[in-house]
């Protein structure tokens, strides 16, 4: 009786205690960034504020303002680090996150999944929470913010996470491997996405050579998408949203794998000495 019981209860109760086991190792990863929450939100701001004023700074300087769309200048820029910081802070938690030779591994219920999936969503929650809280003070003490299509600029927000989230995967299955390697080679991928993710520039006002040296980043995709989602005078015609789902897909998929690979070779002689 109490066997059927058990079996009738087994999934369902496995997929709750899952989440909450995500849910309580998310709120672990957000209080880890600082011991007060709040200022660990404001210090995430301020890199946004600071990031928002150094190029506004700079397309100033170099009179580059009127190759932007047609609209709140502010607000062309912060579409773009917003979706920057996202991609790469996602990015970096992920690599950062707990691997099979952890000592968080050792108990029970946690796994690497766990810890990839509690790495993204803090993640995600700080920049949300702070994009929203930049926007909110923008809108009432200067102008106020008028997105023409909120739900698929957001949805470009997600779209740009869960690509940084799919890269960092591939960089954590190699990083038991080649953990040299992957620390220089993420930095120098969040590095190069200053430039490479278009965040600086139109995507139309590329000449069709130069467009070729972008095209290959699902994150230039969803920055430009994104600005067509937030300006009514700016259609996006030479990015799509389906390249960079594609290329989430399938770099999720080899991270997986990786991932499971490495967990079953893993050694705990691996993190001895390092």
């Not at 000592?103 to 949300?128: E, G, R, W």
Request: proline share 4%; aromatic share 12%; no cysteine.
């Amino acid at each position: 009786m109490f066997q059927v019981q058990t079996h009738k209860q087994g999934g369902l109760y496995s997929a709750f205690t899952l989440l909450e086991l995500i849910y309580h190792a998310t709120v672990r990863e957000v209080r880890k960034t600082h011991g007060n929450a709040i200022i660990g939100l404001l210090l995430n701001m301020m890199q946004t504020v600071v990031l928002v004023l150094v190029f506004y700074l700079m397309f100033s300087v170099l009179g580059l303002r009127g190759t932007a769309v047609r609209g709140d200048f502010l607000l062309y820029i912060m579409s773009g680090i917003f979706l920057f910081l996202t991609h790469t802070k996602a990015m970096g938690a992920v690599v950062g996150s707990a691997g099979p030779t952890s000592p968080m591994m050792l108990h029970a219920p946690m796994n690497t999944i766990v810890a990839i999936a509690s790495s993204a969503l803090s993640s995600l929650y700080i920049q949300v929470l702070s994009m929203t809280v930049v926007l909110f003070l923008y809108h009432t003490a200067f102008t106020p913010v008028v997105i023409n299509q909120p739900v698929g600029a957001f949805a470009m927000l997600l779209l740009s996470w869960a690509t940084g989230v799919a890269v960092g995967m591939v960089f954590l299955a190699l990083k038991p491997w080649f953990p040299g390697f992957v620390a220089l080679a993420s930095t120098i991928y969040a590095r190069a996405n200053m430039i490479a993710s278009g965040k600086m520039f139109l995507a139309k006002t590329l000449p069709g050579w130069m467009l070729s040296m972008f095209d290959w980043n699902p994150l230039f995709h969803t920055i430009d998408q994104a600005r067509g989602f937030v300006f009514i005078n700016y259609v996006a015609t030479v990015s799509s949203i389906s390249y960079p789902v594609k290329v989430t897909i399938a770099l999720t998929m080899i991270g997986l794998m990786g991932e499971f690979y490495t967990r079953r070779h893993a050694s705990l002689s691996w993190s001895a000495g390092r």
